[in-house]
């Protein structure tokens, strides 16, 4: 390789990502733990090979399978925390996570609450769910509006593997519980690696693109659907700017208010079903504030509201597509 030979970034996928998060958390701080269903080598490494030789490397004390429990695995961790240790739990889909709620809601989300700041819960919870995998309605629900509507907890998604890497150890460097979710479908998607150390502050959006004519919001998934539509969108001479939340809760309402007050129109959009979801919630904030400045209604993209489709014409038909977006962004332009 001569001196003018290009060095190629090396990439990763979001899988591969989650591990370097948590391998990185566990070299460096020996009271992070891992618990789940199959999460060591001698049963997989985690169903999506996410924690794949974590168990090898740093031993089954700290890299424990469980028994097929969720609420043994939230209530085990919500208890290594309070005495000190950062746990970080699987919850292998998102689904499952309505076993424990109890450990979730009333434990975790509030015992530092009620201990009047005494007690932290330094907990992390990974949970894999999303639709268009033929996963069914049972395996598949994005429930993220649920636990933002539950104070004391902090709820992340990313939207690619650099980022994957960099919130996880944000969460698991965090004292309140978190919980961070994965789309199934996402794993394979492979991205540009970050640097080691690479941490990405919780509760701060980013600007995935930049426009001037209509802003969309989302998070996760919907960020890569969002930036090919807007990219499709300047054969039409539409600027479209794209906001990448990450933290879902609590969302950074400054730079959705910045963004939208720049180009007053904005899209809100998630996977979840529309009714109810967390687009309502970014909606009536920037109505609230900006009313009088905004060209248009805000517009919310989101998925059908029914369980989540086991046939693929169906499950199809059930989520929103880019053509969704495309047409919610003609609306606010008036078209």
Known sequence: MNAETPVKAKKINFAQAINLAMDEAMAADKRVILLGED??????????????????????ARVRSTPISEQAIVGAAVGAAIVGYRPVAEIMLMNF?????????????????MS?????????????????????GQHSDMLEAWFAHVPGLKVVTASNPADAKGLLLACIQDDDPCIFIENTASYGVSGPAPEPGYV?????????????????????????HALAVAKEMEADGVSVEVIDLRTIAPYDEAAVLASVGKTKRAVVVHEAVRKFGVGAEISALIHEH??????????????????????????????????????????????
């Open 39 to 60: 999460i060591a080598d001698g049963q997989g490494g985690g169903v999506f090979t996410a924690t794949k030789g974590l168990s090898t490397k740093y031993g089954v």
């Open 97 to 113: 996570i309505t076993v424990a709620m109890d450990q979730v809601v009333n434990h975790a989300a509030k015992l530092r609450f």
């Open 116 to 136: 009047g700041g005494q007690t932290s819960v330094p907990l992390t919870i990974r949970t894999a769910t999303g639709a268009g995998v033929g996963f069914g």
């Open 200 to 224: 990405v502050p919780l509760g701060k959006a980013t600007v995935a693109r930049e426009g001037s004519d209509v802003t969309v919001i989302g998070y996760g998934a919907v960020i890569g």
């Open 290 to 335: 900006l009313f009088d400045e905004l060209k248009a209604p805000v517009q919310r993209v989101g998925s059908a509201y029914a369980p989540v489709p086991f046939s693929p014409a169906l499950e199809k038909a059930y989520l929103y597509s880019r053509d969704d977006i495309a047409a919610a962004i003609h609306k606010t332009m008036g078209r």
